[in-house]
């Protein structure tokens, strides 16, 4: 059997032992560096130091090492050019037939890290070079960025002895998306909040759906950026994948619940809370959540702040449930949920930070939109009451939680809360007008569902995302029974509004801040 050589050098050493082994039996030399070639000859495989082909050691703690003409010549040179065949016998060049390389792990670093010496010691030259100068020459060499294909790539040698060319063009084609990913994760480190003048994205996908928001759409879901506990991060320990629409869904509940400490529940229907609450115990902030809107609860998603126990647990598996997410869950909570078959819990093992930075995006014809997420926070000492009127404790702690909720409620948003409850959410109108009244009419609607004697929009504070542009926004939510209402302010009509606050002897409090969620 014709000897053929393998350049093995990896930051990643899951499978290589095997993987070398592979190789030796199918007839491989094995060339290596640094850790690779003593991984290696710890399992007793055979190898080469790279500088012993090169004729020149590791330097400057390891920056050079493979960045060499005996190395590159042996990858790039084409087996059907008598021109690089010539001058490959000139200089002493020998092929390379196979290469497996993964990268200094730059990515994982960014997520531990923000010290610039240490990430700049974490971006790979010489692994980078040796990839795409493989991949480029595909045709000839085989060439493996990731221990998931070590394989494949066994599996078409023992068949065939060989790696053919469509899969040679599979991994090539892989290699220049794995190094395309890793340039722009270091690209956008480099250039930090700004927006520059290149959108340095990258993304791998993380798992196929079966279509989008509706069925004639493809979608996939792909992990990247800025390391979040969230959807795209969670463990799924029961159920089917989950839809498009699912993770949409689960994405907003769960970055709603993070707004707040206490323990907390929130029930989204179509990317809108039906039902938020919070509570010294999460059973009961679960209870208050869904009296808040059962109708509409009804196979939605139920995100948690906290970890989930048996008692909230045997509550969300009372109804039927999409999917649950929370930091974490009880091995009773757990157990109570897996009698749910068809019930998705995901944990993530820790919440999202609701003030870091980071981006978000959007496609529109011909480019992207992209803007800063929206990571604004006020406190109680960031308001402004502007009326007579002023806030009770338990009117400020309402008020700072409904601002909270509106955040999360697509534009036009208005929300009533009273006790730290939502009694009534409209969202996404054209009108302000509008969103008041069908927040208010959601309140009639539940207090006739459970038999109340009055609506718990009477006595309730509200939120408005944007400022109201005439007055009759607030004197919609003032005939629904708000005493005490928080919006931005910063309309031409600010001070009429006030005045009918003033007028209707309630609150208002102006936060300088909007929250349009479009």
């Not at 790539?153 to 892989?174: H, K, T, Y």
């Not at 609701?354 to 803007?371: D, E, I, N």
Request: net charge negative.
């Amino acid at each position: 059997m014709t000897r053929r050589r393998a350049l093995l050098s990896v930051s990643d050493k899951t499978g290589l032992g095997g993987f070398a082994a592979a190789l030796v039996r199918h007839g491989y030399d094995i060339l290596s560096t640094g850790g690779t070639a003593t991984m290696l000859r710890d399992a007793g495989i055979a190898v080469t130091d790279v500088s012993d082909v090169t004729g020149f050691p590791e330097i400057m703690d390891g920056r050079v090492k493979t960045l060499h003409p005996h190395i590159h010549g042996g990858l790039l040179a084409r087996r059907d050019n008598d021109a690089h065949l010539a001058a490959m016998r000139e200089q002493g060049i020998e092929n390379i037939d196979l290469v497996a390389v993964n990268l200094y792990p730059f990515e994982a670093q960014l997520t531990r890290t923000d010290d610039p010496a240490t990430l700049i010691e974490t971006i790979d030259i010489g692994g980078p070079a040796m990839l795409r100068a493989s991949a480029k020459n595909h045709e000839f060499v085989t060439v493996v960025c990731d221990p998931a294909d070590y394989g494949e790539v066994i599996a078409a040698l023992d068949a065939d002895g060989d790696v053919g060319p469509a899969l040679r063009r599979s991994l090539a084609a892989r290699v220049f998306a794995r190094t395309a990913r890793y340039d722009a994760a270091i690209a956008g480190w480099m250039a930090g909040d700004n927006f520059g003048e290149t959108l340095q994205v990258t993304a791998r996908r993380a798992q196929e759906l079966r279509y989008g928001e509706n069925p004639h759409q493809r979608a996939a879901l792909y992990t990247g950026g800025a390391a979040r506990p969230g959807v795209a991060s969670a463990v799924q320990l029961q159920g089917k994948p989950l839809s498009y629409n699912n993770l949409n869904d689960t994405d907003a509940a769960f970055e709603l619940a993070a707004e707040f400490t206490a323990p907390t529940i929130a029930i989204i229907k179509h990317a809108n809370p039906c039902g938020v609450a919070s509570a010294d115990r999460l059973a009961d902030a679960w209870q208050q959540a869904l009296d808040a809107d059962p109708v509409s609860a009804f196979g939605g998603i139920v995100s948690s702040n906290v970890s989930l126990d048996a008692d909230t647990a045997t509550g969300i598996a009372s109804i039927f449930t999409e999917v649950v997410i929370a930091p974490d869950a009880s091995e009773e909570a757990k157990a109570i949920l897996a009698a749910k078959p068809n019930l998705r819990l995901m944990l993530t093992g820790a919440m999202p930070d609701p003030q870091a930075g980071g981006l978000k995006l959007k496609s529109v014809s011909g480019g992207f939109l992209a803007q800063s997420r929206d990571n604004g926070h006020i406190t109680e000492a960031d308001i402004n009451i502007v009326t007579r009127a002023k806030p009770d404790a338990g009117q400020l702690a309402d008020m700072m939680f409904a601002w909270r909720v509106a955040k999360h409620v697509k534009s036009n948003a208005i929300v009533f809360v009273k006790d730290s409850v939502t009694a009534g959410v409209g969202a996404g109108q054209m009108s302000r007008v509008d969103s008041a009244r069908i927040a208010a009419q959601k309140a009639r609607d539940m207090a006739a569902h459970h038999g109340w004697d009055a609506p718990r929009t009477i006595g309730s504070v509200a939120a408005s995302d944007a400022f109201f542009p005439f007055a009759d926004g607030l004197e919609a939510l003032i005939d629904a029974g708000a005493t005490a209402v928080i919006q931005p302010g910063g309309s031409k009509a600010d001070d009429t509004v006030i005045a009918a606050a003033d007028a209707a002897g309630i609150v208002m409090a102006m936060t300088g801040m909007r929250h349009f969620n479009h």
